[in-house]
């Protein structure tokens, strides 16, 4: 499973490359508000950092103007994915950013048929959200199951299950077991997946008993 990191804070995406453990960055309108940079600089600078995937979102509501801005977005740098919401004009934006070799991400899904759709659109990525569910007292790992079922019912359907909305560890779980292709995460959650508390108490001991032995390996 890919992991990006569902964020538009520079210093971790850096702290988060480096360690090797991201292949993409997700972004959204309300995660720039919170960067409180520039959109067009943030994401330029971000897509600078990492290889992988960067998605930046449309704010346009109609398809024409989401073309429009998506021309300007993906001019920033090759590895953007234009993002765009699960809407009649999002998917019509995605079936011609498609034909034209961009990547895009079909954000905002919360529904099987919703994803049937994004997939018949050509969507490099399709999210499904599942905190946002779970905040609904719905299921948001069934829907990531459902999701892989039907896709993988249809050898045509080649657009890649991006599990979003990820708030917790078990979440991250949910994703991978329901065989999701890519999790966005945030950074603070996806440096907390390295704890165990077993992990800490086992160090101990081991780092303990070396000390008494004396030894030393350099
Ligand atoms: C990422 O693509 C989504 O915009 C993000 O995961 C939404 O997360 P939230 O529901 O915690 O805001």
Redesign the pocket.
């Known amino acids: 499973m890919k992991i990006f990191a ?1 964020t538009a804070e520079v210093d971790a995406i850096r702290r988060l490359s480096e360690a090797g453990l991201i292949d993409g960055i ?1 972004t ?1 309108p ?1 995660l720039i508000a919170k960067s409180g940079r520039n959109f067009l600089e943030v994401v330029a600078e971000i897509a600078g950092i990492v290889d992988g995937p960067v ?1 930046a979102e449309v704010t346009a509501l109609d398809t024409d103007t989401m073309l429009k801005e998506a021309d300007v977005l993906a001019a920033i740098a090759p590895n953007i994915c234009i993002k765009l919401p699960l809407t009649m004009d999002g998917l019509r934006a995605c079936k011609a950013l498609t034909a034209k070799g961009l990547q895009t991400n079909v ?1 905002l899904c919360f529904s099987v048929n919703q994803a049937i759709l994004a997939a018949k659109a050509g969507a490099t990525y399709v ?1 499904p ?1 599942v ?2 569910l779970d905040d609904i007292n719905l299921d948001g790992a069934a829907l990531l199951r459902d999701i892989r079922t039907a896709y993988d019912n249809y050898e045509t359907f080649n657009t890649q299950i991006l599990a ?4 917790t560890a078990n979440h991250v779980t949910d994703a991978a077991l329901a065989g999701a292709d890519a999790a ?1 995460i945030p950074p603070a959650v996806i440096e907390g997946l390295s704890k165990h508390p077993l992990t800490d108490k086992g160090l101990d001991g081991f780092i303990k008993d070396w000390k008494a032995t004396g030894q030393s390996i350099l």
């Open positions: 569902d997700t959204n309300s998605s954000t999210s959200f905190g946002r979003a909305s990820l708030r966005t």
